[in-house]
């Protein structure tokens, strides 16, 4: 063992921090789970997962679970013998999953074959099972030829996998075990086997010579086992013996034979390290994940923390709660990591818990209503925000004030409550060139923040009138142009005078419902309204152009204009995305469904820092891709809110984050994670089924077994399902496929929203099924998975049917002939003029060759 990891953890004292936020996705009885109590996991060969559960196991194809439970005796069906289960555990060798039961023994499923194999207690074979309650399975150290199982009763057993027989390891064979009762085991390469026991410490069991060295809690003993119901032993990369106890989690020297413990800790917060620990894995990160009871999952990051000083080594921890960074359920049981780096988290009634390999592209801050999570909201609708330049983020409501952001959590509320606002709608916002902040409120005029003396005060733009401010802009000049239900106002920054009001009345404004402002290169304002399109005005208001629906735009209603870093004018308007190229003139394009977009009413406009424009609308977000000149389009399976965007409401930070306002949170990301989406793994066909007939009770269907990438069907099974799906769940609703039967139809088929595809009534034949798979805004990958499917014909269409049908009529045509021959023969006997030939009109060599042939 590394002796400088031992020595990291001596006289440890562990501080915390909040965990790294995990977006969690929950899976339960709801999604075809048959239990949410989930005690173990594993993934097989073939990357299906397994889940063991309190009633039934379950099998993960990608998308949905397989079910399988005990059935009655009376079946001839085989099944595991027991829904109650305790672990499953991948066969390092074979194509089979172990199962424990929790009372009906040992099971061995072989998915190649569909069959089980089961192991229980025989009183008549003193070499079989010595008991049915099985709770733990790992292998020896050579892999493939044994199995160790642990007992509730009775002690170890190790399964010799080529036999079937049991060596059984308990107080009859080896004296000096303290206890039969245990949870769990590891054999080293030493030759030595650690025993977790049920209330019995730890114990270690030398193979060679049965000797055995027992540990126990001593509580005037701070380097003692920390409690004595040992659930787990995990060993490290490095070698590391990590002991999950009762009272905690425990690191064991084996040169000192002694343990540096947690629980004692002065930074153990509400006595997290004093958990029971369920479960300990080392993952590809090398940090240590730990299921706990009550506690969720604890993490430390062993090469992050491996040169620090004990005072500043630190956990991180994922705890139960009602949003989607948070747990289902306080009690975690297992944790494993797939092929994909996916984590997959047991919980004890909370059901699995998802965590992909990669953070999502799209994160989301929302309400909640207790206020006690520091990375939620005051209200579900963001109505504005705005970037202090500082590392804050100033985050306006629809009722709940403004929230301050910093580093991902919420270390301000200001609102009307507490004075600092007129009303607790806000409805707009701007940093002004001077790094200060304006507020615009619904019927409560401005409010202005100074960022130096941290202090608010109000402008009002009429006097003893509220007004429903709507948009902000600061011009060159160091003017702040702001729109309103009744017009515009200009207030010189200096000053924070009104120096110009602007209505229908004394100008060529458009209407008074004032939504966007922007000025463009040639220094003209561009001033969008609700209802009556967008004019553009010279410095001094002057009108120089009009568009609305009755000079033939595309729509009147304009909720932004961006100006993009070519100098290009954008318009977010409710028919439609629509660009103005030039300042210099007023061609435009206008971008709706015909071009990509999924829904044409664009709510706000942001910019990347390759020039992309990305754009929030009624049911996601579009990106316009500037040197494809396409869209790609993101929605709720991309982990977008649901529901529209706020119309206006979006900014970008210092590290080029857009953020857009919605009403179910704030949504942001990072433009270039979510362009470059990661690659697609290989479709894998996980079912091939035959429908039955809909009777009055239940729905028949054979599964086909998949042999080497081929089936074959009889002629009454030309009727068939097939499933596929890419096993990466991270990737789960991202994904489309295209198929193709090969030699039914050569053309491919895509399909968006599912998985599975059924042919009906297909001839007699060979074909072979293809299906490809791509992510969303994406092209199709290269690699196809194939699927060689042989129909017969029935009886009577088989080759050597269809040659007896031949031979059968050759035999007649012969018979007949030869018949005719005869009687040809007997008239010529009787003729009183003998012919030449039996065929009157033929010449008489061709009768001879008639003849011959006959």
Known sequence: MKTYIAAFFLLLSATFVAAHPYLIQRLGIEQGLSNNYVLSITQDKQGFLWFATEEGLNKFDGTRFITYYKEEQSSSVQSITGNELNEVYTDPVQPVIWIATQRAGLNAYNYETQSFSVYQYNPEDPQSLITNDVTHITSSVQAGKGLWVCTYYRGIEYLDIATGKFTHYNKSTVPALPSEQTWTATEAEDGKLYIGHVEGGLSILSLNDKSVKHFVHDP??????????????????????????????????????????????????????????????????????????????????LQQNQFLLPEQIRFEFIREGDNNYSLSNASARYIFQDSF??????????????????????????????????????NKVVSSVCDDGQGKLWIGTDGGGINVFENGKRVAIYNKENRELLSNSVLCSLKDSEGNLWFGTYLGNISYYNTRLKKFQIIELEKNELLDVRVFYEDKNKKIWIGTHAGVFVIDLASKKVIHHYDTSNSQLLENFVRSIAQDSEGRFWIGTFGGGVGIYTPDMQLVRKFNQYEGFCSNTINQIYRSSKGQMWLATGEGLVCFPSARNFDYQVFQRKEG??????????????????????????????????????????????????????????????????????????????????????????????????????KNETAIP??????????????????????????????????????????????????????????????????????????????TTSLRIHINPPLWLTWWAKLIYILITISIIYTIIHAYKKKIDLESLVSIRPRACFFPSFPSYLCGFIIILI
Not at 225 to 250: E, F, H, Q
Not at 349 to 364: D, E, K, R, V
């Open 220 to 301: 005037q003993n701070p380097n003692s086992l920390p409690g004595n119901d040992v659930r787990c032993i995990y060993k490290d990369t490095n070698g590391n013996i990590w002991i999950g106890t009762s009272k905690g989690l425990a690191l064991f020297n084996a040169n000192t034979e002694t343990f540096t413990n947690f629980h004692n800790n002065p930074g153990n917060i509400h006595g997290a390290l004093s958990s029971y620990i369920f479960s300990i894995k080392q993952l590809k990160d090398n940090k240590l994940w730990i299921a706990t009871e009550l506690n969720g999952i604890m993490i430390l990051d």
């Open 341 to 378: 780096n996916n984590i997959w988290i047991g919980t004890w009634g909370g059901g699995i818990n998802f965590i992909s390999n990669a953070p999502p592209a799209f994160h989301t801050w929302s309400y909640s209503p207790t206020q006690m999570n520091e990375s939620s909201l005051s």
């Open 597 to 698: 977009l999924p829904n044409t009413h664009i709510r706000a406009i942001s910019e990347d820092k390759n020039g992309n424009i990305w754009a929030s609308t009624n049911t996601g977000i579009s990106c316009y891709i500037t040197s494809k000149k396409c869209f790609y389009t993101y929605d709720h399976s991309n982990n977008i809110p649901q529901g529209s965007f706020i119309s206006g409401c979006v900014t970008k930070d210092h590290n080029g984050l857009i953020y857009f306002g919605s009403i179910n949170g704030l949504c942001f990301f990072n433009p270039d994670i979510a362009i470059n989406s990661p690659q697609i793994p290989p479709v894998v066909i996980t079912k091939v089924r035959i429908p039955g007939r809909l009777t009055s009770r239940e």
């Open 706 to 783: 998949i042999s080497e990438g081929e089936i074959e069907l009889t002629h009454e099974q030309n009727s068939f399902n097939l499933t596929f799906n890419v096993q990466d769940y991270s990737l789960a609703n991202q994904v489309e496929y295209a198929y193709m039967l090969k030699g039914l139809e050569n053309s491919w088929y895509t399909i968006n929203e599912q998985n599975s595809v059924t042919f009906r009534n297909i001839p007699p034949g060979k074909y072979e099924f293809l299906v490809k798979a791509r992510l969303h805004n994406q092209d199709w990958s290269e690699d």
